[in-house]
T-cell receptor, first 112, second 117 residues
């Protein structure tokens, strides 16, 4: 079956670094994506990993280990505006169509 | 970049009526459209996948006769919630696959907040 797990909530301080973990089990893995979603809004794309290793984009980095079914999103120099939900999504090839399977999402609260 | 326009953003309807939600890809051809539902403080749950010109594929537990999906063109997909009930109140959101931008994730619409009273 398909299963994607993330912590439900995390709290961190402005200026700090936070790591959000994601573990997954899927049958047709074809990439892992991280999205940011503010309440009541659509998700926005943050990063994409299809090969093992670290991808860095400014304050955000994402890591993937396919053998372990594990990814993390690293946020540096946290800002208040980073308070949001962070969704881990696996692109899965099922029935001939690529589709996203989303994790439960991690609500991050950044404190002053 | 790729943009998906979703309308309406909010709708309130009476129990038993039907509501249609539209998603249009503005500057690319959406060969595949995905429809999600999101309840408060929960993640996105995939409801169905539609490919242009063919019948939608529904996820387990989603009633295809209640949630009608039409993907008649490469730029337009619609979701109709038929005979809506209060338990259908949710945030509905579409996302589209641009076959030329698969490394950037699929593009999401802005979502529709449906309230059934």
């Amino acid at each position: 079956g398909q299963n994607i797990d993330q912590p439900t909530e995390m709290t961190a301080t402005e200026g700090a670094i936070v790591q959000i973990n994601c573990t997954y089990q899927t049958s047709g893995f074809n990439g892992l994506f991280w999205y940011q979603q503010h309440a009541g809004e659509a998700p926005t794309f943050l990063s994409y990993n299809v090969l093992d290793g670290l991808e860095e984009k400014g304050r955000f980095s994402s890591f993937l280990s396919r053998s372990k079914g594990y990814s993390y999103l690293l946020l540096k120099e946290l800002q208040m505006k980073d308070s949001a939900s962070y969704l881990c999504a696996v692109r899965d090839l099922g029935s001939g169509t690529y589709k996203y399977i989303f994790g439960t999402g991690t609500r991050l609260k950044v404190l002053a | 970049g790729a943009v998906v326009s979703q309308h309406p953003s909010r709708v309130i309807c009476k129990s038993g009526t039907s509501v249609k939600i539209e998603c249009r890809s503005l500057d690319f051809q959406a060969t595949t459209m995905f429809w999600y539902r999101q309840f408060p403080k929960q993640s996105l749950m995939l409801m169905a996948t539609s490919n242009e010109g063919s019948k939608a594929t529904y996820e387990q537990g989603v009633e295809k006769d209640k949630f009608l999906i039409n993907h008649a063109s490469l730029t337009l997909s619609t979701l109709t919630v038929t005979s809506a009930h209060p338990e259908d109140s949710s945030f509905y959101i579409c996302s589209a696959r641009d076959r030329h931008r698969t490394n950037y994730g699929y593009t999401f619409g802005s979502g529709t907040r449906l309230t059934v009273v």
